[in-house]
């Protein structure tokens, strides 16, 4: 279960190319390619295992002047998309 | 008898028929690809057969020699032989990247109609090919995965026979009965609207995604790298085949042409969106002084096309 506390990291296999508004995950064990907007990007980013989901909630409200809540919930929106593609690494979450 | 020799790169075949009612359908196929060598890999054939029993005709298709499909209805046994063909074919050439899409060449550089079938890339095709374009295919296009050069896949067209109705010219020339595909496609030789019709292979410039829409007035809207990469991996044929390196195949096409999404709602609209952007090549060739030879290198790059700014 994502939640707000939740510190994910994404998987060190995959590999990716960055875009100019966005970037693309290749997942060479799975053959399957996912491509992230610039906003999944950004908080794909994020994700080292060491950050909680509130803390970069803060962080891009701060920046973007979005309300925290609204931002949070985008956010464990796209990290639930991330790990029902197996694109976190087990148990970091 | 009819046989056709054909050859698509190194992959050589033949086609025939015994059957003088078939001969106009089977000599539709793949017209371009004849070749005068008589030396092949693969053969196809297709005949007509007389039941006494029920007094029906089978169209009856063979794959070197073997029975591999048999039906009362002429057309599916076309449709059927060319599929079986068309696949074989892409198999043999799975080294490039396959992608659905039309090409179209113009001073040189290669357009590609990146869509689904049905999304009106073969109608596209006829309308550049009767502005003085050469094609590449109306279907499929191949990418060389080191090069990123776009290469042939010619075949007849199949256009929708509604399009085909702003076309009445092709539809006289076309001798015989019209060949219609199993959807209703009608099968049209590319010849008959151009003459010299086949393209060179080409470094593509622009993708375009079509995109019908009745009632549009018709623009050419830019296409950030995501999306237009996101398009043209749903378009790719083969792309788990190539793995990373297809994937790094169709990134470097998004990242260096232009990449747009044609909102149209009419074919005229359409042809004069798409020939606006040869204009601007020409204009942006003429401004950095490359007059002849050569083409066009980089640096004067249209930002503007049919008011849209393209970051």
Known sequence: MISKSSRPMIREDLQQSDLKDGCVLYDQIREKAYTLNITASLIWSYLDGAISLEEIARELASVSGCDTDTVLRDIVETVTFFRENGLLEQGAV | ???????????????????????????????????????????????????????????????????????????????????????????????????????????????LLVGPPGSGKSSLAVCLLRQGWKCLSDEVILIDSASGTAWPFLRSFRVDSKAMEAFPEFFVKQSGPAYCDSKGKIRLDPSLVLRDWVAQPSQPRWIIFPGYQPGHRGELEPLGETEAFHLMMSQAINLAEHGKRGMDTLISLVRRFQCFRLNTGDLHTATSLLEGLTEQMQKSIYRSGQTSGGGFIGGGVPTTVAGGRHE
Not at chain 2, 74 to 103: C, M, N, P
């Open chain 2, 1 to 111: 008898m009819f046989r056709r020799y054909c050859q698509i790169h190194s992959f050589r075949f033949s086609i025939s028929t015994h059957c003088k009612q078939l001969e106009p359908g089977l000599a539709l196929l793949y017209p371009a690809l004849s070749t005068t060598s008589r030396k092949y890999c693969a053969e196809w054939s297709i005949e007509s057969k007389y039941s006494g029993k029920t007094g029906a005709h089978a169209y009856v298709c063979y794959e070197n020699g073997g029975l591999i499909y048999d039906t009362q209805i002429v057309d599916d046994a076309l449709d059927y032989l060319e599929w079986r063909i068309t696949t074989r074919i892409l198999q043999e050439l799975s080294h490039f990247v396959q992608i659905h899409a039309a090409g179209l060449v113009s001073g040189g550089k290669a357009l």
